[in-house]
């Protein structure tokens, strides 16, 4: 049995787990939501104003380590940006009838970017803050 005496795996309680999987679930439909803001233009000139870009910009980091603060030893952290990335990429660029709700131009590039980089960053940052924490990386000298 996992984490009994002579067995030196953890266990986990399917409270985290069943956390990190509504994160994931969040992150969907987080995506979803800002696939549709992305078509939103001004009323009197039609400028696109890509809002749903600077959701991304913040939820994508913060599903991250939400993730990564309930199960902080594994890697529960890329659940959340891995499914709001493949929402994205799935159902931006594909659909049974042909193209995906993407639009075609500069907006769908601005929000992959969006949520993928400073999600990526945080991950990177989490992977940091977990290396320096085991003591496998001595933090840098001030001189």
């Known amino acids: 049995m996992a984490g009994s005496e002579g067995d030196p795996r953890p266990t986990t309680s399917a409270a ?3 956390i990190v999987v509504l994160l994931a679930v969040d992150a969907v439909v987080l995506a979803w939501t800002e ?3 992305l078509t939103l233009r001004t009323a009197d000139a039609g400028i696109p ?3 749903s ?3 991304a910009l913040v939820t994508t980091p913060l599903l991250v380590l939400a993730a990564d ?3 902080p030893e ?3 952290a890329v659940v959340p940006l891995a499914a709001w990335t493949l929402t994205v990429l799935v159902a931006g660029l594909w659909s049974p009838a042909g193209a995906g709700v993407l639009p075609p131009d500069w907006r769908a590039v601005l929000l992959l970017g969006a949520g ?3 999600g990526a960053l945080a991950l990177s940052w989490r992977s940091a803050r977990a290396t320096r924490r085991a003591g496998r990386v001595a933090p840098p ?3």
Do not use: H, Y
Request: no cysteine; hydrophobic share 65%.
């Open 69 to 71: 603060a309930v199960l």
């Open 116 to 118: 993928v980089v400073p």
């Open 16 to 18: 985290p787990v069943a």
């Open 141 to 143: 000298s001030g001189g």
């Open 35 to 37: 696939m549709a803001w």
């Open 53 to 55: 870009a600077l959701v």
């Open 49 to 51: 104003l890509p809002v």
């Open 74 to 76: 594994g890697r529960a």
